[in-house]
Nanobody, 115 residues
Framework: VQLQASGGGLVQAGGSLRLSCAAS????????WGWYRQAPGKQREWVAS??????TYVDSVKGRFTISRDSAENVVWLQMNSLKPEDTAVYYC???????????WGQGTLVTVSS
C-alpha cells in the first residue's frame, strides 16, 4: 500500500486543521490505521488509531483530535481542533496489515502551531 499524507500547514493556537492520508495499491479493509507525530528533537509518538473495534488516542489529544476513515474513498482523516503550540510536529500516517502485521508509512506533513 502507498500512503500520501497532506493537509499540514501553519495555524494559530486554537485553530483547526484536517490531515488526510490517501491510500492506494491495496485493499483498504486489510489495514488498521494510525497517525503519529515527531516534534523537533523528539522521538516519533503515536497520536491516534482507528480499527474495526473503534478509535483510540494519546491522552494529550483526547477531546481535540478525531481520527476517521472513509473506506469508499480510501482515506484516513485526522481532524485537529483547539491546536496548541505543543502539537507542532511532522505528522505521519501508518497502515498496519492485519495479517502480516507489516507497517507502511506515508511521508510526513508538517503542522506548525504558532502561539
Amino acid at each position: 500500500v502507498q500512503l500520501q499524507a497532506s493537509g499540514g500547514g501553519l495555524v494559530q493556537a486554537g485553530g483547526s486543521l484536517r490531515l488526510s492520508c490517501a491510500a492506494s495499491g491495496s485493499m483498504f479493509s486489510l489495514y488498521t490505521w494510525g497517525w503519529y507525530r515527531q516534534a523537533p528533537g523528539k522521538q516519533r509518538e503515536w497520536v491516534a488509531s482507528v480499527t474495526d473495534d473503534g478509535t483510540t488516542y494519546v491522552d494529550s489529544v483526547k477531546g481535540r483530535f478525531t481520527i476517521s476513515r472513509d473506506s469508499a474513498e480510501n482515506v484516513v482523516w485526522l481532524q485537529m481542533n483547539s491546536l496548541k503550540p505543543e502539537d507542532t510536529a511532522v505528522y505521519y500516517c501508518k497502515a498496519n496489515h492485519k495479517i502480516t502485521r507489516r507497517d507502511y508509512w506515508g511521508q510526513g506533513t508538517l503542522v506548525t502551531v504558532s502561539s
